[in-house]
């Protein structure tokens, strides 16, 4: 027996062990490495075989590792870096290279400084591929490039791609705080370990600034908008520093969130007047501190005089005199402010949704040129769908940029399936007719050439091993990325290559898949709020439905607000009978929106309070669509619940199963949503439900006695 026990079953015991490890840690890894899985080709390319790239910054040196790694996974081959006249690829700056390759130096100048040019040209009679740009940066983004177009198609020998970002700033805003939980965060906590900071550098900063770098993102915000000035004391200003300091060779700035108050709180200063000389002293000081940390800093992100922020208008001054005071002791170092729009007031009884607009307008034009004032994507608070901001194009002589939630506050945290480029792309697809025909949200943020511009998307990203939760919350960091590179790219497109990057190249799967993933966003908004309807979430947390909240201390706190649903209907009226909050946009807009005969039904809550009984295009009541559209979103989750069943051959075995898992929690929450929001409305509808709609298992009471305090997102008690 003893005997039996150690020739066969403790051997067998152990590598049933070490293929469980192996699975889990191919598991991990596949988790982990996001859209660079680099996954082993089965076609031959020696295009990595000699590379000419002669390594002489920290940059270069990132290529030359990023190219390892890639050519090591993808073809099982070690590249052998070198300038020889063998080479398969050379990577050379415009400056570097022979004056016989005229045409495309001249195309690759012709571009922005951080663009880049790829060619395959005739070396000493062979084709090989040439990238090349004005700097070490360019070639970093040209290098991502190349990887992508061998990650979709690892066989392609030709290329002639030229590309630039349109946008200059292209930044993720980590709403972490410096105790390590992340406000609206739901990918477990912030992935920086202040405590292990500066002399731990984690090599997880390392990867999550290669994966940033090979989407183009430039930029990245570390602490909470609702920040601490403890993180502008030396103390944490090196810990900053290291982590400025491992993301340079990518191409990423840091920029930090600047509370108002801070000459009071670490400076000692009785006030923080924005027109006190003393005040605009001290701040000079403190960006002069910085930049002796940090270089090359990019800049402040500002939260003034908004959810108790402290700011300007403590003092009795407004966001120019703020924002201006921060770019003139910034200018010097070409730091930037970001002066955040998100205001409503306490004392502004009027429409929310018009508040922003409102404090913001009168001020165009009179921000210092290095301030971009950030403006969220529609007026009230990353809804699953909201109309465009109309500050977008009313503000022509000041620079906006965009401000894009990518963590899922309002669309099911990370535990829905949401593809979210599809709803940056509405918005930046959105005509403002502010300046005429053609005057997109995309147009508006891009501004006018070579001047500051950009955009901000708020991260999902934690300490959760797959870095955002959802395995898909993934491609709204990676859509992001994305699209800040290029606003006008396609959300189709965007899935597509996520996709084969990410999981396989399967054409049938990536066609089955990127349609789910295109047709979720409109299911959120199916299963959450349909028609219009907006903010209705529980309290605080935001999680799940809420309706029926009415008892919190601002009435632009409470849901009831939002949807204004009595016996006689329901809506918020923006129309001139209304809150007109409709004027604040172009008059082709106001008229589009405002008339009930073209306003679309995706808006028509939002624009119009109507009676239940009011009969929409397809020849239904309100109440009848109310309840079919909710039950629409549930439908379109179970489908594609379906769908990702049959996607099993395609995708390993634990991401399959972390999604299917998922997808369930989803579905019942999509139930969930709808049984609560139905029945709660019907108090006042007074109507049946519509026979389509799947009769809901408990009464109101139930759904208003679910009570959720440990949320995830929120700050802790214990
Ligand atoms: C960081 C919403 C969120 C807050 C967030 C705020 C903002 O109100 O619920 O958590 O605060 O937006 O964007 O400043």
């Known amino acids: 027996m003893n005997y039996f026990y150690k020739k066969l079953i403790l051997p067998l015991f152990t590598l049933l062990l070490l293929c469980n490890s192996f699975i889990t840690t191919a598991q991990i890894t596949k988790d982990y490495d996001l859209w660079l899985q680099y996954q082993k080709s089965s076609v031959a390319n020696g295009i990595f075989k000699n590379i000419a790239l002669n390594a002489k910054n920290e940059t270069d040196k990132a290529i030359q590792n990023e190219l390892k790694t890639a050519s090591e996974r993808m073809f099982q081959y070690s590249p052998t870096f070198s300038n020889s006249e063998n080479a398969t690829l050379i990577i050379k700056k415009t400056s570097e290279l022979e004056p016989t390759q005229k045409k495309i130096i001249d195309k690759a100048n012709a571009l922005n400084d951080e663009g880049f040019a790829i060619e395959t040209i005739q070396n000493k009679g062979k084709k090989t591929v040439l990238i090349t740009a004005k700097n070490s940066l360019g070639l970093l983004y040209g290098t991502f490039r190349l990887l992508r177009e061998l990650q979709i198609n690892p066989s392609k020998k030709d290329f002639s791609i030229a590309d630039e970002p349109k946008l200059k700033v292209r930044m993720l805003n980590h709403w972490d705080n410096l105790d390590g939980t992340v406000e609206r965060g739901y990918a477990g906590s912030s992935i920086w370990n202040w405590q292990k900071l500066p002399d731990f550098i984690d090599k997880k900063y390392i990867d999550y600034a290669r994966a940033n770098a090979s989407v183009g993102i430039n930029g990245v915000a570390l602490i909470n908008v609702n920040s601490n000035a403890l993180i502008l004391t030396p103390q944490y200003l090196e810990k900053v520093s290291a982590l400025a300091k491992a993301f340079r060779p990518y191409g990423i700035k840091v920029y930090l969130t600047a509370r108002f108050s801070a000459p009071i709180e670490i400076g000692g200063l009785k006030t923080a007047d924005p027109l ?189 091993l797959n870095w955002t939760g959802h395995p898909f919350g993934q491609s709204n960091w990676y859509g992001f990325g994305r699209l800040a590179w290029n606003p006008e790219l396609n959300s189709e497109k965007i899935a597509e290559e996520w996709l084969q990057q990410t999981f396989s190249k399967d054409s049938n799967f990536v066609k089955m898949i990127s349609k789910i993933m295109l047709q979720s966003r409109e299911s959120v908004v199916k299963y959450m709020t349909p028609l219009g309807l907006h903010h209705i979430m529980a309290t605080n947390h935001h999680y799940g439905p809420g309706p029926w909240v009415n008892d919190l201390a601002r009435p632009e706190w409470n849901p009831v607000y939002y949807h204004k649903a009595d016996k006689n209907g329901i809506g918020f009226d923006r129309t001139a009978t209304g809150s007109n909050a409709l004027a604040q946009y172009s008059p082709e807009i106001a008229q589009y929106y405002g008339d009930l005969k073209t306003c679309p039904e995706e808006y028509l809550l939002w624009f119009h309070h109507l009676p239940w009984d009011y009969k929409m295009k397809n020849g239904k009541i309100l109440w009848d669509n109310l309840g079919i559209k909710y039950q629409e979103g549930v439908n379109e989750v179970k489908n594609m619940i379906t769908i990702w069943e049959s996607a099993k051959p395609y995708v390993d075995a634990e991401r399959h199963q972390e999604v299917a898992q998922l997808l369930n929690i989803q579905l019942k929450e999509a139930i969930w949503w709808k049984d609560a929001c139905m029945t709660y409305f019907q108090t006042f509808s007074n109507l049946p439900f519509p026979k389509e709609m799947e009769t809901p298992k408990h009464d109101l009471e139930y759904y208003k006695s679910l009570q959720f305090p440990f949320a995830p997102g929120i700050k802790p008690h214990w």
């Open 276 to 464: 006190n000389q003393e005040v605009q002293q001290w701040w000079n000081n403190k960006v002069n501190e910085i930049y002796k940390f940090i270089p090359d800093f990019g800049g402040f992100l500002v939260k003034a005089n908004s959810e108790g922020q402290p700011g300007p208008q403590n003092y009795g001054r407004n966001h120019v005199d703020g924002a201006n005071m921060m770019a003139k002791a910034l200018k010097p170092h070409h730091g930037i402010v970001m002066w955040r729009a998100f205001v409503y007031s306490e004392t502004d009884s009027s429409d929310r949704a018009k508040q922003a607009y409102s404090e913001f307008v009168p001020y165009d034009g009179k921000f210092e040129d290095n301030v971009l004032v950030q403006v969220k994507n529609g007026a009230i608070d990353f809804q699953p769908r909201e109309p465009f901001h109309p500050m977008f194009g009313a503000m022509p002589k000041s620079k906006l940029m965009m401000e894009y939630q990518i963590t899922q506050e309002y669309l099911g945290f990370s535990t829905h399936l949401v593809f979210l480029p599809k709803l940056y792309e509405e918005v930046l697809e959105s005509e403002t007719y502010k300046q005429g025909k053609g005057s997109t949200v995309a147009k508006i943020i891009e501004g006018k050439p070579n001047e500051l511009n950009g955009m901000a998307g708020v991260a999902n990203i934690g300490s959760d």
